[in-house]
């Protein structure tokens, strides 16, 4: 509820649907809201007043709180500005805004108005459109591309057969048609299987996208996670998965989670150098915002950093610019869904590290989140 001892908002704007600040520029605090604004961040206007803008700030997303304070002094100049703004809610989850920041107030007391507005359904969606559009446009057409080509490769070598040539050239001609068409062969059964496991990561996407909160159960984090690890023991028996524990920790979770920490611990399996691969699985709180961490290390050569580059891109992808899978999208989009969030890190001398952020929840044993913080 607006203050009514230092209000600086009209009490009407409490009946608005949409999210209304009043920030001073100087330290880019919030002066005054309204109740919109509190049932979006999670913050009561008490609690606001003199926060700093980067505790409710996503603090992976590009989009950073001195980024959003040059923005606040950019609108008191006279130049309105309008953007896409990732905030961290209370409880830890993560929410897409839309911001309209105007003028208000006069040069000797310049303050900005803020309309803060919860656009996550409306970007997600647009964000999974353009997701199938790349699958669509960029591997299932490299994919039946291949596949085509191999075919054709087939094709030449038994057209060869009908030659007229000698018994002994026959026969060594015999053996390299025979050593193209396996070849050739085993090529487009890999591309076809590679074929599924991108229909196979469209679902998994999609559920993700049709699942609501109803869906999810409250579960010990590291529960959550030794169950997708076993899943995954008889697919990969020469693999070792080792799970930590640093702090118990409760999350919201549902088959998104088991999505996205499957690829994440299938990625490091699969391309390691060696044949009994190693991966280190660790959670507990993030030392930064009190949010449950899963971190999974791997010692293998380093994703490629145009792969992280197109999680973030809207562009149409090149030939010379794209992700080769969708492995990475189904990551970040399923762990997106439950409102949390990926990155990553390299590892020196050699490694990488994936961390999947998620809210913390109350213990069922009677502690809450932020006093595991």
């Known amino acids: 509820m607006v203050s009514q001892t230092a209000a600086t908002l009209p009490a009407a704007f409490d009946r608005l649907r949409v999210g209304i600040a009043l920030y001073n520029v100087d330290d880019a605090t919030i002066r005054d809201a309204n109740d919109r604004l509190e049932?979006?961040?999670?913050?009561?206007?008490?609690?606001?007043?003199?926060?700093?803008?980067?505790?409710?700030?996503?603090?992976?997303?590009?989009?950073?709180?001195?980024?959003?304070?040059?923005?606040?002094?950019?609108?008191?100049?006279?130049?309105?500005?309008?953007?896409?703004?990732r905030v961290k809610r209370a409880d830890g989850e993560l929410v897409w805004t839309s911001v309209s920041l105007t003028q208000r107030g006069s040069d000797g007391d310049a303050r900005a108005l803020a309309e803060i507005r919860d656009i996550t359904d409306y970007y997600t969606a647009s964000r999974r459109e353009t997701l199938f559009w790349r699958v669509l446009r960029h591997n299932l057409r490299n994919e039946t591309n291949k596949i085509v080509g191999y075919a054709e490769q087939i094709r030449l070598a038994a057209a060869t057969d009908g030659c007229r040539i000698a018994d002994e050239d026959r026969r060594i001609a015999d053996e390299e048609t025979r050593r193209h068409v396996r070849d050739a062969a085993a090529s487009v059964r890999s591309t076809a299987m590679d074929l599924g496991t991108v229909a196979t990561s469209v679902k998994e996407i999609q559920q993700a996208a049709v699942q609501s909160k109803t869906d999810r159960s409250h579960r010990a984090a590291t529960e959550a996670v030794r169950d997708v690890v076993a899943a995954l023991d008889s697919?990969?028996?020469?693999?070792?998965?080792?799970?930590?524990?640093?702090?118990?920790?409760?999350?919201?979770?549902?088959?998104?989670?088991?999505?996205?920490?499957?690829?994440?611990?299938?990625?490091?399996?699969?391309?390691?150098?060696?044949?009994?691969?190693?991966?280190?699985?660790?959670?507990?709180?993030?030392?930064?915002?009190?949010?449950?961490?899963?971190?999974?290390?791997?010692?293998?050569?380093?994703?490629?950093?145009?792969?992280?580059?197109?999680?973030?891109?809207?562009?149409?992808?090149?030939?010379?610019?794209?992700?080769?899978?969708?492995?990475?999208?189904?990551?970040?989009?399923?762990?997106?869904?439950?409102?949390?969030?990926?990155?990553?890190?390299?590892?020196?001398?050699?490694?990488?590290?994936?961390?999947?952020?998620?809210?913390?929840?109350?213990?069922?044993?009677?502690?809450?989140?932020?006093?595991?913080?």
């Not at 609690?47 to 959003?68: I, K, Q």
């Not at 390299?346 to 590290?353: D, I, Q």
């Open 235 to 373: 697919t990969y028996p020469n693999a070792t998965v080792r799970v930590e524990e640093r702090r118990s920790m409760w999350v919201h979770v549902d088959a998104a989670f088991d999505h996205a920490l499957r690829h994440a611990i299938e990625n490091a399996i699969r391309h390691g150098d060696g044949s009994d691969p190693v991966v280190e699985v660790t959670v507990g709180p993030s030392p930064n915002t009190g949010r449950v961490e899963i971190r999974v290390a791997d010692r293998n050569p380093l994703i490629p950093q145009t792969e992280i580059d197109a999680l973030d891109e809207f562009a149409d992808l090149t030939s010379t610019r794209h992700g080769t899978g969708v492995g990475l999208f189904v990551m970040k989009w399923c762990i997106e869904s439950i409102g949390g969030e990926l990155a990553f890190e390299r590892r020196e001398p050699r490694g990488n590290l994936v961390r999947l952020y998620l809210p913390a929840r109350d213990s069922p044993h009677g502690v809450t989140g932020d006093e595991m913080r």
């Open 39 to 85: 049932a979006l961040l999670g913050y009561t206007v008490c609690d606001l007043r003199g926060m700093p803008v980067e505790r409710y700030t996503a603090n992976t997303y590009g989009f950073s709180a001195e980024d959003f304070a040059e923005r606040l002094r950019t609108a008191v100049e006279g130049e309105p500005q309008r953007f896409t703004w």
